[in-house]
C-alpha cells in the first residue's frame, strides 16, 4: 500500500498533515452544496425556466462541471480551500483535470448510493490518511494545505 502513496505525506511521521481533515471535508462538503445550489439558480433563467423542471438534474449536472473544475484548478473545490485542505494524488502531485473528472466520476457514483456512500465514510474515519472510496480509486487523498500547517 505504501508504494502506491509514496509521494504523499507519512500519517505516522507527518499527522498534522490529516489532522482534522475528515472535519473539513464534511465542512467542505456543506460549503460547496450551498454553491452549487446558487450556481443552479443562476442557471435556471438560462434555460428559459424548464430548469425548474428537472432542477435535481440540473443541480447534479451543476455540480459534477463545479467539482471537475474546481478540482483541476487548484486540486481543492472552494468549500476545500475555505477549510485550507486540497487534494493530492499518489505521487504527491495536485491533481490533473483527468484525476479531477475520474474523482468527480467516481464521488458521483459512490453518492448516488447509500452502501458505496456509508463505507466511504467509514474509510474517511477509520484509515490513517482518511481516505473514501473515489480517494481510493485515484490512491489520493485530502491533506491540510502545507503553507496553512500550524506549527
Known sequence: MTDLHWG???????PEFYN???VK?????????????????????FTA??????????MMLVGFAYRVVTLAAGSATLGMRLTSIEFRSGDG???SLFQAFV??????????MVVPQVISVVLMLSLPRGQGLPDMVL????INR???LSR
Open 8 to 14: 504523499l505525506p507519512d500519517p505516522d511521521t507527518q
Open 20 to 22: 482534522d481533515v475528515p
Open 25 to 45: 471535508r464534511l465542512i467542505a462538503f456543506v460549503i460547496d452544496t450551498v454553491v452549487i445550489l446558487l450556481l443552479t439558480i443562476l442557471v435556471v433563467p
Open 49 to 58: 425556466f424548464t430548469g425548474l423542471f428537472f432542477f435535481p438534474f440540473l
Open 93 to 95: 502531485q495536485r491533481l
Open 103 to 112: 474523482h468527480t466520476l467516481t464521488f458521483s457514483i459512490a453518492f448516488s
Open 139 to 142: 490512491g489520493c487523498a485530502a
Open 146 to 148: 502545507p503553507g496553512r
